[in-house]
């Protein structure tokens, strides 16, 4: 049977993720803008783009409560580089948080105005103990404290860049601007 695969479509890389679900088998995608969309999908991706704008859009849409509660009963969310963001229980220096599911504090713009951008390989062993990942860094936030029961799955130069905690799983980086498909596919298998 064909897994709906939702991708949250308020702003940023929405496409690009639905480019790299479709060369999964057994996948269909639909773009997630209503709490209506919300009841026909099995997971869903929060993708990159700006986490001010994706929150404040979540509130004007009426999605926010909705969704965190549906993340909270178990919906498994994959949320890249803003995406973690919206997640992310704490948010360094402000007062504000979006969804605040997952017990991270995130530091935003973490590489700060001379790296906002650039791309790397690592090695991920739970993902794949054999092939290094590309991963690709924009504007990228990370991960500076994480609660106990959150599982850390990489981290680079001591900071922690993607993690899980049960059903939401979280990078910093942006598998969808690869043509890598090993983290989808390991959020496809979480459930
Ligand atoms: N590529 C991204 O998603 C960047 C995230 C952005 N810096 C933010 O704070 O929302």
Do not use: W
């Amino acid at each position: 049977m064909n897994k709906i695969i939702g991708i949250l479509g308020m702003q940023g890389a929405i496409a690009e993720h639905q480019e790299i679900l479709i060369q999964i088998p057994h996948i269909k995608t639909r773009i997630v803008k209503t709490a209506k969309d919300l009841d026909c999908i099995d997971e869903l991706i929060l993708p990159g783009g700006e986490s001010t704008a994706i929150g404040k859009l979540l509130d004007y849409f009426s999605l926010k409560e909705i969704l965190q509660q549906k993340i909270i009963s178990g919906l498994p969310v994959f949320g890249t580089c803003a995406g973690l963001i919206l997640l992310a229980k704490n948010i360094e220096n402000e007062t504000n948080t979006h969804l605040a599911t997952m017990d991270i504090t995130v530091k935003r713009n973490g590489y700060g105005s001379q790296l906002d951008s650039f791309s790397t390989n690592l090695l991920i062993p739970t993902i794949d103990k054999n092939m290094p990942i590309p991963l690709v860094f924009i504007r990228a936030p990370y991960i500076t404290k994480t609660d106990k029961d959150v599982q850390i799955l990489a981290t680079l130069d001591n900071k922690i860049i993607a993690a899980r905690q049960k059903n939401m799983l979280v990078t910093a980086f942006h598998p969808e601007l690869t043509n890598d498909l090993r983290f989808h596919q390991y959020f496809l298998s979480m459930i």
